[in-house]
């Protein structure tokens, strides 16, 4: 039945009716059954049958879909039983009130493109979207333009973005070279990721450098050539449960490293309240008794440079009070200053410049976005999208469904094939989908289709995008405007996906 | 902005104004629509650290480098060098490295 496939196709063939079967049944089912029912399993051999199944439950495992396992107290693995509740593939009703709708389409539109996390966060929010409009859907009433941009920045942060993502999801080592800048020298790393920041509009890896036998931050764009796994193995570390991935993003830039004081720093009254709100949360705040307005801000800093740079860039509304060597830090950094802007500048000669071959990118290329989900997300997807329609006894246009998955036409072809051949227990289909002449895809929505009629479980990139796409865009807007839509999410997902790998940070501040 | 407050008024939007072309400048690439371009001098001490955020015009011998920064206001620019601390000089336009000097003239008052 599944002939004619390319083997990853029958794959995720196999997968979908594993899901459907399990879900049909409704009962707990041994190994026995599911090879003897389900398609793609029934033509294997015993010992092939026992890889795959192992294969397929750990990939399923990978991608958040967690089958129950029930193990006899004696016996052999014939006699597990294995059922998938119904929890385990759905995600629960989000409820949200018109005003979160409202705020999830303004702030999730403004990212449509600019993201790296796009596909998935697209894919998820048809699932959340499930029976209403698109959250992507165009608003002509449009206000708010967004001027910051959270793409991987070029195709090889974008392949690292894609690995390391991965990475730690499967809790696999990588091995990378990274170029330290404070050493300027390129070493290999051997790192066990654990967390992914955005920050500054750059991405940054947080994990375990085993050269360091410490945790370190690392910049992608710093990391030159491919991340590769350090082994074969299916996971090589546990995440320790006390790593807190937040500490890591609630660091100002003088702060980045191992603290080495205190300092103070009079700020006066006409910058006070600017400072006070981006920079407050970076040490404490204490107001001038005289009523002047004027305030110390007390921050603890690992860099002397950096916290001098950030005082001077205040001008003679900043200066530096404690400790003695950062004042004369300070004093030094302003004379250096006054010299090499006083008279002329000696320059060294001129290098002449290195001929470049330029990359042009070829006029209306597709912009690559950074991290693609799974092929199963987006066929889980679809399908929930062709019942749907099915059952509302609804034609699609064939290029509404390429747009709202952002596939070819070639690709919906494909998936729309390979959905119709999900099937199990002698002829047990999901779905039958035809693609019209006309632009448009009938669907008659089998009886086992029920189990696509509800909108799945997020998978964990799915979540990560989302979530990253309303921290990203929540800095932005005025409080409380997602938080109560993002708080739902979270709800439903039974975590926050912030913790579990990628994390989105505030602001360090808007000097403009 | 410090505070905003919602007025009783209403305005009709002027057709000539766009402001989705002004958000998809330089908001989005940091480079602004600029009548000015600075020409800023890096120590060798800083110039792997300027290469990764900006163009670099030229690369010198000793290991500095120069960098082109286009700039509307002269104020942004005064901090842009300023936060280098002491590794940036403006080397062009006079007026530009006026500027930078007059602020650092302040900043000595007040450091003394």
Request: glycine share 12%; proline share 0%.
């Given at each position: 039945m599944t002939q004619g496939f390319a083997k990853d196709t029958e794959k995720l063939i196999r997968q979908l009716s594993l899901i459907s079967y399990l879900m049909a049944e409704r009962r707990p089912v041994t190994a026995t059954e599911i090879r003897r029912d389900v398609e793609g399993y029934s033509d294997m051999t015993e010992d092939a049958f026992a890889r795959r199944f192992y294969a397929d439950r750990a990939e399923l495992d990978a991608l958040g879909i967690h089958l129950s396992v029930d193990k006899p107290a004696e016996g052999f693995s014939e006699q597990e039983n294995y059922s998938l509740a119904p929890e385990a593939f759905h995600l629960p009703p989000i409820a949200f009130t018109d005003s979160e709708r409202a705020a999830l389409q303004t702030a999730l539109t403004l990212l449509d493109g600019e993201f790296a996390y796009a596909e998935p966060l697209r894919l998820a929010l048809q699932q959340i979207a499930w029976g209403r409009p698109s959250p992507l859907g165009s608003d002509s009433r449009q206000t708010i333009g967004l001027g910051i941009t959270a793409s991987a920045g070029g195709g090889e942060v974008s392949a690292r973005l894609a690995k390391i993502d991965t990475a730690i999801y499967r809790r696999k080592r990588i091995e990378f070279e990274y170029h330290t800048m404070g050493s300027d020298e390129t070493s290999l790393r051997r790192v066990d990721p654990y967390h992914l920041l955005f920050e500054g509009g750059q991405f940054y890896l947080v994990g375990y450098a085993h050269e360091r036998d410490d945790v370190r931050v690392f910049r992608l764009s710093r990391i030159k050539g491919k991340v590769a796994y350090a082994t074969k193995a299916e996971h090589d570390f546990k995440r320790p449960t006390d790593f807190d991935p937040r500490g890591y993003a609630?660091?100002?830039?003088?702060?980045?490293?191992?603290t080495v004081g205190t300092a103070e720093v009079w700020i006066s009254e006409r910058i006070a309240w600017q400072v006070e709100r981006h920079f407050g949360r970076f040490g404490t705040i204490a107001k001038a008794q005289d009523g002047s307005g004027d305030m110390t801000f007390t921050t603890e800093y690992a860099s002397v440079r950096q916290l001098a740079a950030w005082a001077l860039r205040l001008g003679e509304h900043a200066r530096i009070l404690a400790p003695d060597e950062l004042v004369s830090e300070l004093a030094d950094r302003v004379e250096l200053l006054h010299d090499r802007h006083t008279g002329e500048l000696e320059l060294a000669a001129v290098v002449p410049a290195e001929e470049v071959d330029e990359v042009v990118e070829p006029a209306g290329a597709k912009r690559e976005t950074a991290i693609r989900p799974e092929r199963f997300a987006r066929l889980v997807t679809l399908a929930s999208i062709l019942i749907q329609a099915g059952r509302a006894n609804e034609r699609l246009r064939f290029t509404d469904v390429c747009e709202a998955l952002q596939v070819s036409d070639a690709e919906l072809r494909e998936d729309v094939a390979v959905l119709n051949v999900v099937n199990f227990g002698g002829g047990s289909y999901v779905l039958y989908a035809e693609v019209h002449d006309d632009g448009t895809i009938e669907v008659d929505p089998e009886p086992y289709s029920d189990n696509f009629a509800r909108p799945a479980r997020l998978l964990p990139v799915e979540a990560k995008a989302l979530i990253a796409a309303i921290d990203l865009i929540g800095d932005h807007l005025p409080e409380g405007a997602l938080n109560s839509a993002r708080d739902k999410i979270v709800a439903a997902l039974g975590a926050d996906p912030m913790e579990q790998g990628l994390q989105v940070a505030s602001g360090g501040g808007d000097y403009s | 902005m410090k505070t905003a407050e919602v007025l009783d008024v209403s305005f009709t939007p002027r057709p000539e104004v766009d402001p989705a072309s002004d958000v998809a400048g330089w908001p989005s690439t940091g480079l602004v629509e600029a009548s000015r371009v600075a020409r800023v001098w890096i120590s060798p001490e800083r110039a792997r650290w300027s290469r990764e955020q900006r163009e670099v015009a030229l690369t010198l011998a000793d290991g500095s480098v120069v960098v082109e920064l286009p700039y509307k206001g002269t104020d942004w620019l005064v901090r842009e060098v300023l936060a280098e601390a002491g590794d940036a000089a403006v080397l062009s336009p006079p007026e530009a490295r006026e500027a930078v000097r007059a602020a650092v003239d302040r900043l000595q008052l007040a450091v003394r």
């Open positions: 609630t660091r100002a830039d003088w702060q980045f490293g191992e | -």
